[in-house]
């Protein structure tokens, strides 16, 4: 048991003791601080865009300029944010916690990804200094290697693919870190499911990170030295580009939605003090969603000429992925029912989790049907459905993640009826933006364009109304939560939510070590052994075992 004294943030103080860190709990805030930062940066692109398009010949910038804003806005938020995030911040911070251990299974290692991370982001701002690209964020040749794109292209593939390199590194350390650190008495189908939503989504970082790695070293040389990779002219080919790129980059999807379905296996079990519903089956379909998600890149290209064969193998097998989502989500849905379920923020934003992954995951089975996709692909449509599985899911459950841990992560709570009510209004906002891009996408809306015809401006307009309350939202939320760390903020008690994973039963913040011995296990979901006391200590174990 410790007493209330150091823990990890004040055990070493000086900024030297933070870069040369190998406490995961550290890398862990500092991975979280980059992301919130470019989170902000691809926000204001997003903002841009939406700005300029408020007025159908385009109000704010020139049609180049456009280009290059959506292309780093799109490129910011999948590779420096909504790629690593969950399982670089809060997986770092809390898996080793939740079986246990004293950290990660190679901590330097650890280390070693967070600079690559960082370093990865410094190419990216050094892409805007000379000048940004205009290749949308898919680099598809002929058009982003002909000659003359610049420092900037060069620069904005090698920022990829050494962010590749950071995202391998943890996949191999999380690994690792499960097979290994588990506690004796821990079972792989004893931990808990933000931990298997991790294993999978590392199995895929590791399998198909490598082939982006390699795309992107080979677009470098042909650029560089037309060796007739993928550009027609010198003899190559460009849809062998999409192959490759999608080959990662559909896996991709899954390495963002995983880990935020984990986060929400927690969330709504601890949140309806029920245990999950068809845990095995949650944690199968996770790995299920990582083998299928391999065999399904060729729906990108049901427009690139590739055979008409091809096409039909790979929309049959796209709708197989919709079979282990479906189990998830009828797995959540059963775990709340009849659940005494508490909304509290991060279960706020859960339950907008489940609607917009709903609809962005019932729209991918229109764009997954061949003969729906060709009217629809490379319209608002598509546009729409990825933000509602990447924005409307994965953020709301980064935010869910965040407002959840962040007491463990900080020992401080923030104002929860602030956090509900900012929830809500990203939760609006988020509709406001999208809902009229599936209308304008069905219509034919096609994106990427600068401009539109006038009879678009209405929902147009709407959809950027929207971009803004979301954005307010999200400041506003942030805000909330700094503000809990201002002198004399609330403390946090070492449980605040009643829940049973291990992280929880250790103070808030943690100890350097996490634990002075492991508290006896009693399984992730098992709520029958906390009792509620109240006033600021919150919630205790009856066994007696308390921090
Ligand atoms: C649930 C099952 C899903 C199915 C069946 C599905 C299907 C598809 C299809 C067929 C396309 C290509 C459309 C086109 O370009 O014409 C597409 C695009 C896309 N999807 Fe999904 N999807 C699903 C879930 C997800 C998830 C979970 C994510 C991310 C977290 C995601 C992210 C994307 C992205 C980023 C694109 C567009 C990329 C681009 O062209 O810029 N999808 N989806
Ligand atoms: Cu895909």
Redesign the pocket.
Known sequence: MSTHGENYLTAERGWRSWITTRDHKRIGVMYLTVILISVLLGGLFALAVRLHLWNPDGLLVSNDVYNRLFTLH?AVM?FLF?IPGIPAAFGNFVLPMMLGARDVAFPRLNLLSFYLYLAGTVFFLAVLVFGGIDT???LYPPYSFESGKGLALLLALLGVFIIGFSSILTGVNFIATMHNMRPKGMGFFDMPLFAWGLYATSIIQVIATPVLGITVALGFVEYLFHIGLFMPEYGGDPVLFQHFFWFY??P???I??LP?MGVVSEVVSVFSRKPIFGYRFIAMSSIAIAIIGFL?WG??M??SGQSKWASVIF?VL??L??IP?AIKVFNWLATMYRGSIRLDTPMVYVLSFLLL?GV??????????LST??P????Y???A??HF??VG??LSAFMAALHYWWPKMTGRLYDERIGRWTAVMVLLGFLLTFVPQFIMGAEGAP?RYATYPYEWELLSRLSTVGAFVLGSGMFASLINLLQSLRRGGRRAPANPWGAATLEWFTTSPPDPHNFHGLPPLTGPYNFSVLQYIGGETGWVRRDGYNV
Request: glycine share 12%; no cysteine; net charge negative.
């Open positions: 799109g999948i909504i949308g964020w898919t980059s559909h991709a999807v899954y963002m939605i935020a399904v729906h990108h049901f427009v929309s796209t709708l992925v919709a989502s992954f962005g995951g019932l729209t991918g089975l229109f764009l997954g049907s996709d060709v629809l692909h490379d319209t449509f598509v546009v459905h990825f599985v990447m899911s994965v994106r």
